[in-house]
């Protein structure tokens, strides 16, 4: 019924910038936080970035600074543009959203993107 569909990632230098995209779609009411979890080799998945329905931003500290988390609530989207980018950043990223359904049970979950992968190297 939902579908999360991540774009971006790949490669870069350490210094250089990517920037992620992610595409709600789908029997959609309406979506409340949505954000970037991350999961680097060998570590548990951490919360990147975050942004309210209200567009209210919040980041992990190792990214504060760096990484900027913005929304279109018109187009169900949000992006992430990664700057200064370091090899420490190098991990799965997952987009996720917090989404009520338009059905007679309003139901309301979390759904995942199936990841995209950032490499930075030195």
């Known amino acids: 019924q939902v579908q999360l569909v991540e774009s971006g990632g790949g490669s870069a230098q350490a210094g250089e910038s990517l920037s992620l995209s992610c595409v709600a779609s789908?029997?959609?009411?309406?979506?409340?936080?949505m954000g970037w979890y991350r999961q680097a080799p060998g570590k548990e998945r951490e919360l990147a970035a975050f942004?309210?329905?209200?567009?209210?931003?919040s980041y992990v500290d190792s990214v504060k600074g760096r990484f900027t988390i913005s929304r279109d609530n018109a187009k169900n989207t949000i992006r992430l543009q990664m700057n200064v980018l370091k090899p420490e950043d190098t991990a799965v990223y997952y987009c996720?959203?917090?989404?009520?359904?338009?059905?007679?049970?309003?139901?309301?979950?979390?759904?995942w993107g199936r990841g995209t992968q950032v490499t930075v190297s030195s």
């Open positions: 996720f959203a917090d989404i009520t359904l338009r059905t007679q049970s309003r139901a309301r979950n979390n759904y």
């Open positions: 789908g029997n959609i009411l309406s979506i409340a936080g």
């Open positions: 942004i309210t329905d209200l567009g209210t931003p």
